[in-house]
């Protein structure tokens, strides 16, 4: 016979669903179904179960019910960030698309599943869909993943992107107009009568490409030659962003203004453009895009390209549900507006 060690306690045999049914008198399925809160069981009987399996501290085998019902009631929401591993998903911009997306779905009383994903390995988003975690997937961006989720996405239908609209693209997206974005803040600029604007940001993910074509179109409709040397290549995070700035400003090539990717990346150049002697809008003007609540609150508040995250975030939700009743939902462009402020 093999006993306990000394000291220990054998374990107390978990209730299961089938004790719980034979103390009330009924089916197993019957048990399953007013756990569940089924309207078909009456309601004496299903509080009789409900206290029974709280009296003896019964506790549902969530997993198990997902595997048998084949459904987790749970949305997926995916940062890829292979263009930018250091990015947090505290990074702003994150931040409250998050929040919003988590907030349209838990109106419809499904959990929320995070992942960030430094997505470098071939099958990264067929793992995802194969674990069965989820009954959807939200993915915030596109990084340098394009390919990747043109791979899934015909097999793989409850699924919606957060980014730009490109050729070729057989997923489902929601994103903002980039492209009017950026031309409306050389606009911007121009209208101020800056000349020598310069590109702060990075032009390898769809959005970031987006957005520098803005500005080149921008540029050409105000008359102004495009000129190689402003652009400059700035990572996405606070710290990075304001030592490419720095560098930048060390190179002394002259330039009166600045179209920034991403509210962070203008709120970095701030601080660079300050450390240098340089102020804001005085010496240089700078515009944003994204609108966070970090633009408000700069020194001094940030002008910005505003995308209305709220909307985007309902349309994403809505997108998703549509297709995981089998809809054929198309992709949503979210238009822009500038939000002048101090900076430019």
Aim: hydrophobic share 45%.
């Amino acid at each position: 016979m093999i006993r306990p060690a000394s000291g220990g306690a054998s374990e107390p045999s978990r209730l299961k669903m089938a004790d719980i049914a034979r103390m009330a008198g009924v089916s197993i399925s019957t048990v399953s179904r007013a756990l569940a809160g089924n309207s078909l069981i009456p309601k004496p009987l299903r509080d009789q179960i409900v206290e029974i399996a709280q009296t003896h501290g019964y506790v549902v085998n969530q997993s198990a019910r997902s595997l048998r019902l084949r459904k987790t009631d749970t949305i997926g929401v995916i940062i890829p960030l292979a263009h930018e591993a250091g990015q947090l998903i505290s990074d702003p911009f994150f931040l409250e698309m998050v929040g919003r997306l988590a907030d349209e779905i838990t109106l419809r009383d499904y959990s929320v599943l995070l992942n960030k994903v430094i997505a470098t390995e071939p099958g990264w988003l067929e793992r995802i869909i194969q674990s069965h975690r989820a009954d959807g997937l939200l993915v915030i961006g596109q990084s340098t993943q394009h390919e990747a989720l043109n791979t899934v996405a015909d097999a793989y239908r409850p699924m919606v992107i957060w980014g730009a609209q490109i050729p070729g693209q057989r997923y489902c997206t929601v994103g903002s107009d980039n492209i009017e974005g950026g031309r409306l803040a050389v606009a911007r600029l121009a209208a101020r009568g800056r000349r020598r604007i310069a590109f702060l940001g990075a032009v390898d993910a769809p959005e970031a490409a987006q957005r520098f074509e803005g500005y080149r179109q921008g540029l050409d409709r105000a008359g102004i030659a495009f000129d190689p040397a402003l652009v400059v290549p700035t990572p996405y995070t606070m710290d990075e962003a304001g030592q490419a700035v720095a560098a930048f400003l060390a190179r002394g090539v002259a330039f009166d203004a600045a179209f920034a990717f991403s509210d962070v990346i203008a709120v970095a150049a701030f601080g660079a453009l300050k450390a240098a002697g340089r102020s804001v809008p005085d010496d240089v003007a700078v515009v944003g895009f994204d609108d966070v609540p970090l633009a408000r609150h700069g020194a001094p508040p940030l002008t910005t390209i505003r995308q209305d995250l709220r909307s985007g975030a309902r349309a994403m939700v809505d997108l998703l549900f549509r297709r995981m009743a089998g809809e054929d939902a198309p992709s949503t462009l979210i238009p822009v507006e500038l939000v002048p402020r101090d900076s430019a």
